[in-house]
């Protein structure tokens, strides 16, 4: 029989652990809408450098990473090949810059609500790389549900009208960089799961490896494109903006979400 304070002690850990989680998830969504629409400063600037975003939450992550691999005595060295940490790596990162990207013309909420329709490019992924099948009923509830999320997308209220261009053009990119956010994040999760089937891989070191290279694309991206500097600019002017920044690349820290979404699955399954 189990212990009575036991049970107590884990429901209150798992509590603890689902509060972090949704505090964290929460504060992500407001930070990343206010940063991408919401101007800065008198002159009313809009922050609009996606990449060096990316670029500061692959650097926490990254150092997160790295402690708890060191904390936990875990191997350092690489368990796959480097190329498959930066294919995992490169869909990443245009899933997260496509994310931010999108926000610029639809908001928050729908973002969000447009997630549901992700079941589909991860059946179609499945398909091509796991070898999965999945039968009709499958793709039809896939279908309906991505219809269902369509419908709100491509007929946005007052309130999810682009700040950068208020017509119809904004909400047609917005829709094409949903679709781009949906389809690479669908790739990435998929040969997640491909990689840590195929070989013996703590997630820490995955996620070390993979931000790891994230940080030297983008950093790569931000030189060639000429953004580095400006965006540095940018946050040196609006103090305010820097310290979202800072914050956002806390709250969405994988390494950090991660040790709190096992604690949930140890802890009642």
Same mark, same amino acid.
């Given at each position: 029989?189990?212990?009575?304070?036991?049970?107590?002690?884990?429901?209150?850990?798992?509590?603890?652990?689902?509060?972090?989680?949704?505090?964290?998830?929460?504060?992500?969504?407001?930070?990343?809408?206010?940063?991408?629409?919401?101007?800065?400063?008198?002159?009313?600037?809009?922050?609009?450098?996606?990449?060096?975003?990316?670029?500061?939450?692959?650097?926490?992550?990254?150092?997160?990473?790295?402690?708890?691999?060191?904390?936990?005595?875990?191997?350092?060295?690489?368990?796959?090949?480097?190329?498959?940490? @930066?294919?995992? &790596?490169? $869909?990443?990162?245009?899933?997260?810059?496509?994310?931010?990207? /999108?926000?610029?013309? =639809? %908001?928050?909420?729908?973002?969000?609500?447009?997630?549901?329709?992700?079941?589909?490019?991860?059946?179609?992924?499945?398909?091509?790389?796991?070898?999965?099948?999945?039968?009709?009923?499958?793709?039809?509830?896939?279908?309906?549900?991505?219809?269902?999320?369509?419908?709100?997308?491509?007929?946005?209220?007052?309130?999810?009208?682009?700040?950068?261009?208020?017509?119809?053009?904004?909400?047609?990119?917005?829709?094409?960089?949903?679709?781009?956010?949906?389809?690479?994040?669908?790739?990435?999760?998929?040969?997640?799961?491909?990689?840590?089937?195929?070989?013996?891989?703590?997630?820490?070191?995955?996620?070390?490896?993979?931000?790891?290279?994230? @940080?030297?694309? &983008?950093? $790569?991206?931000?030189?060639?494109?000429?953004?580095?500097?400006? /965006?540095?600019?940018? =946050? %040196?002017?609006?103090?305010?903006?820097?310290?979202?920044?800072?914050?956002?690349?806390?709250?969405?820290?994988?390494?950090?979400?991660?040790?709190?979404?096992?604690?949930?699955?140890?802890?009642?399954?």
């Amino acid at each position: 029989m189990t212990d009575p304070p036991l049970i107590e002690n884990k429901l209150w850990k798992g509590v603890f652990a689902a509060s972090g989680i949704m505090v964290t998830l929460l504060v992500y969504g407001v930070l990343q809408e206010k940063i991408m629409r919401v101007p800065y400063g008198e002159n009313k600037e809009y922050f609009k450098y996606s990449l060096f975003l990316v670029f500061c939450n692959r650097i926490m992550t990254s150092a997160v990473s790295a402690v708890f691999l060191v904390g936990s005595k875990k191997a350092l060295d690489p368990v796959a090949p480097i190329y498959k940490y @930066c294919l995992v &790596s490169i $869909s990443n990162m245009m899933t997260t810059t496509c994310q931010y990207e /999108a926000l610029k013309y =639809v %908001s928050f909420p729908v973002q969000t609500l447009a997630k549901c329709a992700k079941m589909m490019p991860v059946m179609v992924w499945g398909t091509l790389i796991m070898q999965k099948r999945y039968g009709g009923p499958d793709y039809f509830v896939a279908l309906l549900v991505t219809i269902g999320c369509s419908v709100f997308v491509l007929y946005p209220t007052e309130a999810d009208v682009s700040p950068y261009n208020r017509g119809r053009e904004s909400t047609v990119w917005g829709v094409s960089l949903m679709i781009g956010y949906l389809g690479f994040d669908g790739f990435t999760s998929t040969f997640q799961d491909k990689l840590f089937k195929g070989y013996d891989m703590e997630i820490f070191n995955q996620i070390f490896y993979t931000t790891l290279c994230s @940080c030297i694309f &983008s950093l $790569s991206g931000l030189v060639v494109q000429g953004q580095l500097l400006l /965006a540095a600019e940018f =946050v %040196s002017r609006h103090n305010d903006c820097f310290y979202d920044i800072i914050l956002l690349s806390t709250v969405s820290d994988r390494s950090l979400q991660v040790p709190l979404r096992l604690s949930i699955f140890f802890y009642y399954y």
